[in-house]
């Protein structure tokens, strides 16, 4: 069975408005590419650089080089492993935070 494919960010989920954030995603060995996904399905990018620097999985990496307000929301990873694809990943929150809201973690 294939196993579900995971996600992160880097440096994290919580991104200034105008700096940068990387998605990683990870899946077994033998991945031709990933598919990270926004909340609609119809909206994703797709890349077939995947790499194997560890034997035992592979990753694709997607960089925002200056995220906006359109940029916040929910992610999610799919792969595909001929011959076919995988279950999609858990969803990953992205926040932008910006000037109008200092801190994002505050709560009253």
């Excluded at 105008?18 to 995603?25: K, Y």
């Excluded at 995947?50 to 307000?69: G, K, L, W």
Aim: hydrophobic share 25%; with cysteine; charged share 25%.
């Amino acid at each position: 069975d294939m196993p579900r494919p995971s996600i992160s960010a880097e440096p994290g989920t919580v991104i200034p408005l105008g700096s940068h954030v990387t998605f990683v995603c990870r899946g077994p060995v033998g991945v031709q590419k990933f598919r990270l996904e926004r909340d609609t399905r119809s909206s994703y990018t797709e890349t077939e650089d995947v790499s194997q620097d560890c034997p035992s999985e592979s990753e694709a990496r997607f960089r925002i080089d200056s995220v906006t307000e359109g940029n916040a929301g929910p992610y999610r990873c799919i792969y595909y492993k001929p011959p076919k694809w995988s279950e999609q990943s858990d969803y990953l929150d992205l926040l932008v935070k910006g000037p109008w809201s200092p801190d994002l973690l505050w709560t009253p």
